[in-house]
């Protein structure tokens, strides 16, 4: 987002928007991308059609199917401030699952995750840790070593 | 989100964060983020340019296998084409404008014609895009509608959800109206930007009117659960002048 589109007050309440203040810095190398299986962990507060929506500021996470057809993703994300006809036309913008599969099938990237993740991105970040760490488990019993982490 | 970089990455997986704030990667410093240009919602570009969409993830996944770490952040260099208006595109409606509307039968009548009228598109547009993202309420759209019309009356009728309160009921149901909406606006073979749709939905319908006048209402009122719902109604850059 450029900035400066947006009226003063609300870029500057974005732009100093609390963030945690961590005291570690983790990176891990890998294989080339041709051989990473990959996943999308998305803020933007998706469930399943039929799923628990999140309701305000859920800590929690949804897992979402590689299988879900595209009728069967909604956004319950709590800001009504981003927009949301981009992913109403096209899911891909916000959850680029058959864009991965694209690249997958022509060797760019190794393979796609068989479950995708997403949490509700206004929720303190501090809330979310216990999920993220569930997650990062399933992630590696399905042997992901990349993750796309999308917000909205 | 880059908050969840960190975690994941501390768990050993690779991560990298498509950022559309700047600034919030800068201060979290994730092990790496591709900054974006686009509009907020919008973290791959442009819907339905497969593409552009795919040079934007390509971008962000080649940051794991380069150097530069433990903490990188990149700029993609491109902006959103679709933000560009679409001379073609034609609002479904045309209502007056907002400012004469009040609640009560006449606004919610008007409310749910309105929906009647866009029924059809809405329809068309969904065997067009082959999905609809109605659905946070588990109500259909005239159901919901029909609930919004009781607010606009002045009732507060109870809950027509199990599970949920009357608050959260209507905040869910309101949110699958503006989703009917804006799918109904997405005539096939045009490619409307965002603000093109949000002018119309908030300056040319009743249902805009309508929830203009339902949250300014609440808000004025005192309580306090209701007008943490309200708050939720209308985006901070559509409210308008006086709400």
């Known amino acids: ?152 | 989100m880059s908050a969840l970089g960190h975690y994941l990455e501390e768990e050993g997986i690779a991560t990298v964060a498509i950022a559309l704030i700047r600034p919030q990667a800068e201060h979290t410093r994730p092990p790496r983020a591709l900054w974006v240009p686009f509009e907020l919602g919008r973290p791959i570009g442009p819907p339905s340019d497969p593409v552009f969409q795919k040079r934007v993830i390509l971008t962000a996944l080649r940051m794991l296998v380069e150097g530069g770490g433990p903490v990188r952040i990149g700029d993609f260099p491109d902006d959103d084409p679709r933000e560009a208006l679409d001379p073609d595109w034609h609002a479904p409606t045309n209502s007056p404008p907002s400012a004469g509307w009040g609640l009560g039968a006449p606004l919610a009548a008007a409310v749910e014609a309105e929906l009647r009228a866009l029924a059809p598109a809405y329809a068309a547009s969904c065997v067009a895009r082959e999905r609809s993202t109605v659905g946070l309420s588990g109500l259909p759209p005239a159901e919901c509608g029909a609930y919004l019309a009781a607010w606009l009356r002045g009732e507060r009728p109870p809950s027509p959800v199990e599970g949920m309160s009357p608050g959260l009921a209507l905040r869910f149901a309101i949110d699958d109206l503006k989703a009917f909406m804006l799918e109904a606006a997405l005539t096939p073979g045009t490619r409307p930007s965002s603000r093109q749709l949000g002018d119309w939905l908030w300056d040319r319908t009743v249902l805009g009117a309508g929830l203009q006048v339902l949250r300014r209402t609440i808000l004025a009122g005192d309580d306090e659960r209701l007008k943490a719902v309200a708050a939720f109604f209308v985006p901070a850059l559509r409210v308008a002048s006086g709400g």
């Open chain 1, 1 to 152: 987002m450029r900035l400066e589109k947006l009226p003063a007050e609300m870029a500057k309440r974005l732009s100093e928007l609390e963030c945690p203040d961590f005291t570690t810095r983790p990176w891990v190398a890998g294989a080339p991308l041709a051989e990473r299986r990959v996943a999308i962990v998305s803020s933007a507060g998706l469930v399943v059609r039929g799923d628990k929506v999140f309701r305000g500021r859920d800590a929690d996470y949804r897992a979402i199917p590689g299988t879900t057809q595209p009728n069967d993703l909604l956004c319950s994300h709590i800001s009504i401030n981003f927009d949301r006809n981009g992913f109403q036309e096209d899911r891909n913008v916000v959850f680029p699952l058959d864009r991965l599969n694209e690249l997958a099938a022509e060797g760019r990237i190794g393979s796609v995750a068989a479950t995708h993740y997403s949490f509700m991105g206004a929720t303190d970040p501090v809330q979310m840790v216990d999920g993220a760490r569930e997650v990062a488990r399933k992630l590696t019993a399905d042997h992901v070593d990349a993750v796309l982490l999308t917000s909205v």
